[in-house]
């Protein structure tokens, strides 16, 4: 029902900013949580950060970020809930993996295997 593609992807030099996008298409009822996750190659896909829709919009405070990317990274949406953003600052190699925007249709979650919906990903490359 949902269908989700990533784009802003590239090669950023540490310590550079990237915003990544993730189109939303289809129709979801209830609750409805977007999250951006990342992997790299051998890795588990892991938790970056994820919002959560209250109902017509994405509401307001209702976010969660890695540890890892907490005061560097920042979610947000369009005003319908039809784009996910993802803006990444001070950036470090080790944020180089693929990105990749899910959904579901639940309360926010942090977890991997509670997300119903996936892109097909966007590589950031962090160098230096």
């Known amino acids: 029902q949902v269908q989700l593609v990533e784009s802003g992807g590239g090669l950023v030099q540490a310590g550079g900013s990237l915003r990544l996008s993730c189109a939303v298409s289809?129709?979801?009822?209830?609750?409805?949580?977007m999250g951006w996750f990342r992997q790299t190659p051998g890795k588990e896909r892991e938790f970056v950060a994820a919002i959560r829709w209250r109902g017509v919009v994405w509401g307001a405070g209702s976010t969660a970020y890695a540890d890892s990317v907490k005061g560097r990274f920042t979610i947000s949406r369009d005003n319908v809930g039809k784009t996910v953003f993802l803006q990444m600052s001070s950036l470090k190699p080790e944020d180089t993996a693929v990105y990749y925007c899910a959904a579901r249709e639940a309360t926010l979650s942090t977890r991997v295997y509670e997300y119903d919906y996936w892109g097909q990903g966007t590589q950031v490359t962090v160098s230096s």
């Open positions: 289809g129709r979801t009822f209830g609750s409805y949580s």
